[in-house]
């Protein structure tokens, strides 16, 4: 268990790195600049450079800040993503935990990160953060729901809460219409909900109101330097993959090769060809949110608030009623196997 998690960090640590340069350079490239170019070839080691600059910097906390929890507030944020690495179905074997209650201890256990960016907000005794930590406590909360009503059809199709059990029930012959997307009209629609309302959870743009550097400057963490502000930038971009790869378990087929059985190889190879589909759908699924990001306008804090509680929570009520009449009508069938049944 040990070396799993240690397994686990490595790929955080480097995935979180390696992240920050990608999405400066596809920053770069959609604002038509150069982007990073000075470190390394073509700038591909200005992510070491930032660790080494984030390590060695002063740690400085302000003189009338809450001591305490200046200093807890990154940990529980760091904490809060780097844990649900450990249930991410990364290969048929290459999984750290399969907890039988994967999808809750997802949702459970990323709320560490509420709590630590509301800590970070009052702890730093600075209006531009109290302010920044108010609102993701807000928005954060109030995108929770639709989050979770949105995953809970692939629970559904699968009976079980396992990301494992998940990814496996969407294998078979069908191939990609075997994925959950596919399923039937109101799970393509729950990608959709899904993905959009995770973006506006971990304060992606143009969600980025608890940030919104025109506004607040940075936001909870203006106070923050040195490697606990790294923490907080690692954070972010644990956050990112992981709804990624939830958006890939529940509803991409996870990591199944289309019109192929992965078990049928032997152990080393099924998990190699496995995780490199897995990682291939949720790294497209990261570009598409860092294009996605770069692309949009900021909505202000009326706009994003409406746009939760008036359209996307009934959305997802309603769509998940959508989602339980169809099982109940057509027994669990999607449509695939029903087209498949009327040519034996």
Not at 76 to 90: D, K, L, N, Q, R
Not at 211 to 236: C, D, T
Not at 270 to 292: D, H, R
Not at 315 to 329: D, K, Q, R, Y
Request: neutral net charge; glycine residues 10%; aromatic residues 14%.
């Amino acid at each position: 268990m040990v070396a799993a998690a240690a397994v686990v960090l490595v790929f955080a640590l480097t995935f979180e790195g390696v992240g920050s340069l990608v999405l400066r350079k596809v920053a770069g490239d959609i604002q038509a600049r150069i982007g990073p170019n000075r470190v390394g070839p073509n700038g591909v080691l200005q992510f070491l450079a930032d660790g080494v600059k984030l390590v060695l910097k002063e740690d400085i906390i302000p003189a009338n800040a809450d001591r305490l929890l200046f200093k807890l507030a990154p940990y529980f944020v760091f904490v809060g993503s780097f844990a649900a690495f450990v249930v991410v179905p990364f290969g048929v074997g290459l999984i750290a935990a399969d907890l039988n209650i994967g999808i809750y201890y997802v949702m459970a256990v990323t709320s560490l990160v509420v709590i630590g960016v509301l800590l970070a907000g009052w702890a730093s005794n600075n209006k531009w953060a109290l302010l920044g930590g108010m609102r993701a406590a807000a928005q954060i909360v109030s995108y929770e729901i639709p989050v979770g009503m949105a995953l809970i059809p692939a629970v559904l199709i699968a009976g079980s809460l396992s990301l494992q059990d998940i990814v496996r029930s969407q294998g078979g012959l069908f191939g990609i219409f075997g994925w959950n997307l596919f399923h039937n009209p109101f799970t393509f629609f729950s990608f959709f909900l899904y993905f959009t309302a995770a973006q506006a959870e971990t304060n992606q743009t143009p969600f980025d109101l608890p940030e919104a550097e025109s506004e607040l400057v940075s936001g909870y963490n203006v106070e923050y330097s040195g490697i606990r502000f790294g923490l907080f930038f690692l954070a972010e971009f644990g956050d990112m993959f992981i709804v990624a790869a939830l958006s890939t378990a529940c509803f991409l087929g996870g990591w199944n090769v289309p019109f192929f059985h992965v078990g049928t190889l032997p152990w080393i190879w099924g998990n190699l060809l496995s995780l490199g589909v897995f990682l291939a759908k949720a790294f497209t699924m990261v570009l598409i949110m860092m294009w996605v990001r770069w692309t949009l306008p900021r909505l202000r804090v009326d706009q994003l608030m409406r746009m939760s509680w008036k359209y996307l929570v009934p959305l997802t009520f309603v769509n998940l009623l959508g989602v339980s009449l169809w099982l109940l009508v057509f027994q669990g069938k999607g449509i695939p196997g029903m087209i498949a049944s009327l040519f034996g």
